[in-house]
């Protein structure tokens, strides 16, 4: 089984060792610099929150990891609200190999079971939460927010609102206010977009995205980007890839808000 080390701002003990402990040997330490100690010894991931023990960004602990070994995968397991966005913003930076997890709504299990796989690599989250959360209105900025964060598991709309905590109809009128299109193309673009990021990052062919994003067909990829992305999956290198992808979403998004 693969070796976990929890910090212990991670969330209940209890209820993540016994979610995990079939599938993992979770080590729990109560102190940033004892995860990094421990992790000099080899461990297969790190699971944390948005703060150390004193209630400071972890931040500095994820880039301390990623310099003692940049193949550990890091889960931040935390809410998402208003008053975490900014610790959201703070955390999940590109250039980290981390996977986010909302609580309490997503099970660890899958996670876990994913980012140890050896074809594990970081999907867009952290791009599409610097890019589109700050610039949105604060009362849709929860929901861009949880957006940006599954947009590799491609989540309804109406299963994002109620993480939210409004009802998707609320959503809605706060998107036709602020001048941003429909709740489904927003989530349909961020999943365009991390699907388009794959492709270029990591020169993944539209089979093997669809494959490990779960799509049900090759086609339903060429599809979304197309439909969201503006691109195609055989021309994506010579049209510009993701920096050109991204570029399409931000003006289809907020056109209309200057």
Not at 10 to 23: D, K, Q, V
Not at 118 to 125: K, T
Not at 187 to 207: K, N, P
Request: proline share 6%; hydrophobic share 45%; charged share 20%.
């Amino acid at each position: 089984m693969p070796t976990i080390v929890a910090l212990g701002t991670a969330g209940s003990r209890a209820e993540l060792t016994r979610e995990l402990g079939s599938i993992a040997r979770v080590e729990w330490h109560d102190r940033a610099a004892a995860v990094i100690e421990r992790a000099r010894g080899g461990v297969d991931a790190v699971i944390c929150g948005l703060e150390d023990e004193s209630g400071r960004s972890v931040i500095a602990t994820l880039v301390s990891l990623a310099a003692l070994d940049p193949a550990i995968p890091i889960v931040v397991n935390a809410r998402v609200n208003r008053t975490t966005i900014h610790k959201w913003l703070s955390v999940v930076t590109t250039g980290l190999r981390l996977e986010p997890v909302v609580r309490p709504y997503q099970p660890l299990g899958p996670v876990l079971r994913r980012v140890v796989a050896p074809d594990f690599r970081p999907g867009a989250a952290a791009v599409l939460l610097q890019q589109f959360v700050p610039g949105a209105p604060a009362s849709l900025q929860v929901f861009v927010a949880l957006a940006a964060l599954g947009a590799s598991v491609r989540h309804s709309v109406e299963r994002v609102a109620l993480w939210s905590g409004v009802t998707p109809r609320t959503i809605e009128r706060r998107l036709r206010r602020a001048g941003w299109p429909s709740a489904h193309t927003v989530l349909q673009s961020f999943a365009a977009l991390d699907a388009v990021w794959l492709m270029t990052e990591y020169g993944w062919s539209a089979r093997r995205v669809q494959q490990v994003r779960q799509f049900p067909h090759e086609s339903s990829v060429t599809r979304l980007l197309a439909r969201y992305a503006g691109l195609r999956p055989a021309t994506l290198r010579e049209s510009g890839g993701f920096p050109t992808a991204l570029e399409h979403v931000m003006r289809v998004l907020v056109a209309d808000t200057g």
